[in-house]
């Protein structure tokens, strides 16, 4: 079974970092686009950051030159590294890939568990 499962994350003070990893694991065929996307309580669910099988990046404009994703394609993993970390990022942080399994016929949308981001001031 096809899953996206993440690490890392936690509780960091203002200025510091935290990283994320996202592994797809199972049989899987191809992997497109990753990404991470954050939720906090009474707000909609954003687009933090993506990256393509390429390495093409794009973030929001509130975490440019503070977070930074990557991939290793050999590894089906992707990474946020948050950096200067500002109350305001507290969020659910999830993990979006689109996959194929090895055994399917087309691309699907995954999402991670979800984890929990806390910065405090």
């Known amino acids: 079974q096809v899953q996206l499962v993440e690490s890392g994350g936690g509780l960091a003070q203002a200025g510091g970092s935290l990283r994320l990893s996202c592994a797809a694991s199972?049989?899987?065929?191809?992997?497109?686009?990753m990404g991470w996307y954050r939720q906090s309580p009474g707000k909609q669910r954003e687009l933090v950051a993506r990256?393509?099988?390429?390495?093409?990046?794009h973030y929001i404009y509130s975490v440019e030159g503070r977070f930074t994703i990557s991939r290793d394609n050999a590894k089906n993993t992707a990474y946020l590294q948050m950096n200067s970390l500002k109350p305001e990022d507290t969020a659910v942080y999830y993990c979006n890939a689109y996959l194929r399994p090895a055994e399917g016929v087309g691309v699907q949308e995954y999402w991670g568990q979800g984890t929990q981001i806390t910065v405090s001031s």
């Open positions: 199972g049989s899987i065929g191809y992997v497109g686009v």
């Open positions: 990256i393509t099988g390429d390495g093409s990046a």
